[in-house]
């Protein structure tokens, strides 16, 4: 079982939608959890932690689900610059590694 | 402030070939990492330095080797190159060693012919 687990899309949403990503992690020890965005060609750059207790930036909501090992990610009013593949991250239980999903992938449309 | 700073970042090689990837990470941080990821999937875990100590390695073969300097610095360097070797080599460096965020280079995409 890999440690995280996305679907890959393609997700293809017009301008303005609204937006879910899901992922799932296996070790239920994993301390930390991050969202990346990764341009075509580009590195991974941090969109936003993940904390238990749920946390919001401006247009994007990110939530984790201890219990159920998921976490999730919620883009409003989706832009054309939102275009990107998005990465689930979680560390391992002693922190010094974090395991990527293989990123689930965004276009939005005019 | 500079971000992370990888050197070279392109280059070419042929099997059997020896590389040497260089990383400089954010001033102030301790911690570095590094990732490689190919087309298609998400970055895999190589190896994690943290004040000069090898913290982590991730599953791959001796071939692959790293350090870190005194500065923070590091280099990855790969043995007898493979064509699955090809891939984007990507740097991470964080403040410590313990789950903190990390911070990507750009990344050294290496193709072996």
């Known amino acids: 079982r890999k440690e995280v687990e996305q679907d890959p899309g393609p997700f293809n949403v017009p301008e303005g939608a609204t937006v879910a990503f899901n992922c799932t992690y296996s070790?239920?020890?994993?301390?930390?959890f991050f969202w990346y965005r990764q341009d075509c060609r580009k590195e991974p750059k941090l969109l936003m932690s993940v904390y238990s207790s749920g946390n919001e930036d401006g247009r994007f909501t990110a939530q984790l689900n201890r219990a159920s090992q998921y976490i999730s990610l919620l883009i409003r009013d989706s832009k054309l610059s939102d275009s990107a593949t998005y990465l689930c991250v979680v560390n391992n239980n002693t922190g010094n590694q974090f395991y990527f999903g293989t990123g689930t992938s965004l276009t939005v449309i005019p | 402030d500079a971000g992370v700073t990888q050197s070279p970042t392109h280059l070419i090689k042929t099997r059997g070939q020896q590389v040497t990837l260089r990383c400089s990470p954010i001033?102030?941080?301790?911690?570095v990492s590094w990732y490689q990821q190919v087309l298609g999937q998400g970055p895999q875990f190589i190896f994690q330095?943290?004040?000069?100590?090898?913290?982590g390695r991730g599953n791959f073969p001796d071939r692959f080797s790293a350090r870190q300097f005194p500065n923070y610095s590091s280099e990855l360097n790969v043995n007898a190159l493979l064509l699955g070797d090809s891939a984007l080599y990507l740097c991470?460096?964080?403040?410590?060693?313990?789950?903190?965020?990390?911070?990507f280079g750009s990344g050294t995409q290496l193709s072996v012919l």
């Open positions: 001033s102030g941080h301790k911690s």
């Open positions: 991470a460096s964080s403040l410590n060693s313990g789950g903190e965020k990390l911070f």
């Open positions: 330095y943290y004040e000069k100590e090898e913290r």
């Open positions: 070790n239920s020890a994993s301390q930390s």
